[in-house]
């Protein structure tokens, strides 16, 4: 939908020394992050390894025996869906990037790209029963927390330099929504002292979480009284 | 083709509380998807794995002893492409999303995506000759079967709210073509109860099936009486 | 470039029972094409393993002696490169599509996501210095024979199919200059002899012709007299 | 914003033999560009390995003496990441290709693709602290080096065939600024010695480098006295 547009470079005057890059540089900013995610999400079956067996040993039992893989799989699969769901819905509402906002974009993806690895921690971990479990959860959902605050940042960036917005954005309500934000870093924090207590309960409201954001989502300055946050994925 | 769109969100009575999202979210759908899709299908490859030799041993027969692994992949690479035809082909036929219709097809895709992982299990157990043969099998085609009721259940819910349906999609003639669907169900119950008596046949089974889906195709409400299907994949 | 098209579905009376597909489809084709090499090209770095020492081994060494997989690597890289723009340079000749040609398509590509599979062969077997090493290379040349074959038969098919191509294209013409297409399997036939008699210079003669092909190119329709192949990838 | 455009092969006098490609071709080179670096730089994840724990030992323990591990992949990350931005930028500039052009990005391709091979060899030898630390921090920046040279020579290459640019580029300008390139060139030479000197310290400067790419950026000819360097990314 933005094929037709010309590719203006704009200099607003309260931006200073800061340049404006052209809307086209958002729209490839958004496929290459789109690729890189599909990638990212993709990956996470190598944390699905084929059980070596010793001889007479069930297929079926070391299969069955390996659910943390599972649950962790399934688990990250959703968060990353929900992640770039979440992404995809904040770069709607940007129409010019700068290298700063370029940076936490690729922290962002840094960050995501980086899932398939605790996953992969805490298949091999959650059942271990001692410290360990705890510290493979805990790093897990300590991941989570960082990307909850690079994408806070980001669009804390974004809200601060309004001459990015698309022109449909309302800055007002955006900013009034920001402390919304917040929530999902509560949770994560949560969930991190939850995963010293009881890892595999930690990965079960690590997957509610996920499940509750694929219905809710993050505020956005869109909404209308009459289509409540209709535009906003 | 959708370039050109303008970006409506749309709200109709009787959806009530869900929201719908606009075409542009089902086009960005369709790309993760297809991007999801390749790379999974490309992952493949690390099943073909290169034989550790013993001295003096020849490296044909190492290849030729591997034929199972070779025999999977063929079989998954197959399957693999005619799920992202099907999937493609509904797709054309949606025009608006719902959380819940990204919830379901991210079901699909991690599933999907965990085909790579079954086809390991088959390539490495196939020729164990024991129970172990037949479970890996019969979890392959457990997959298969995930993976046709959660593409039956997609379109069971798009069916089910037809404001989310391209205009031109004839949606009493959709309707009746879904039991077709149940084809794909029975067929892939019937792989799984064949694992169990001979792997090797309901491998070649499964690869069967991908060939004549490859032909044939899942029902769609385009159908004309003049042009039989044309425009589905 | 094929964004403004309408998207129509063409039954010829010629084709009879065969089903035209539209040229959204044969876009999208090439679309999952393009995902599908890229990966691939990319997993080839899964081919460079990184040494794993003795106490007092030399790193650099280890790194040096490791040459046959740097040399399979930039070998394969150069063949899928070149594939990519030959398959690209067929594909813009090419409206509309069938359920055959996409199975053409999908043998294709299945042979192409092999590529580092048969890479990480000749890495390892190269120097082996004895029977294994021939197997190992003529194996790598098998494949590129079997892509080579795969290629021209679908070149094949659409010529006999004349209304799948872009009205653009001489079909005299492309006729007329498909036989250059055995020149290929020739080459590919005389490499899997070699392999045989010195697999090293198999390899070198493999990257030899991919380095041809990247200047030289699959024959067309479109040459005209006074832009001898401009169009043509 | 090419979607509009027509097809044009150009075929100027100066350039002789040498075809031109058309304006389509730099598009779909720029979007497999655009595919493999995602894929690569997705593919660091895998330098992050679970560490193999030995009964009693910490989990924590064993992932923070991992750190090379991860100080290499967020060095390599943003090493790509500006890779890609400036790839993109000089792409932006490029009109036409030519097979000279498209074997050049290649080559440019496949180091870039290796990025994730010598981060690898970087996280597992950094901290041996003999000399094979030194040769892996050194084939890491050695690594780099050709990168650089690899980018200078395709930009070279097209400033010398100015019909390969787009109209509004100013060619003198841009090959004034040609002699900045060289800078990357010269860091990258000091880099590998520091390599040979202190390897952490060298690690640290090649992010630094990095992280000053991606604020700073390569020259361009479409500097305008007013909006210095806006258009390029």
Known sequence: MTMGDSNPT????????????????????????????????????????????????????????????????????????????NHHSLFRQIKYATRGLMLANLTFLMLVVAIPFVTSLVSKYLLEGNWNSKVAMATYDGLALAIALSITFLWAYVLRRPALLEPSVDVAAARKAFPQFSIGIAVYTVLIVLAFINPVIALAGTFGVALYYCFEHLPSGRSKPDEPDGKVL
């Open 10 to 85: 704009i200099q607003t005057a309260d931006e200073g020394a800061q340049r404006l890059l052209s809307h086209a540089d958002t729209v490839r900013l958004e496929a290459l992050s789109d690729g890189v995610i599909a990638v990212a999400i993709t990956l996470l079956v190598l944390d699905l390894r084929v059980p070596e067996l010793e001889p007479d040993q069930p297929l079926w039992n070391a299969l069955t025996v390996n659910w943390p893989s599972y649950a962790a799989y399934v688990t990250s699969f959703l968060v990353i869906g929900i992640l770039w769901i």
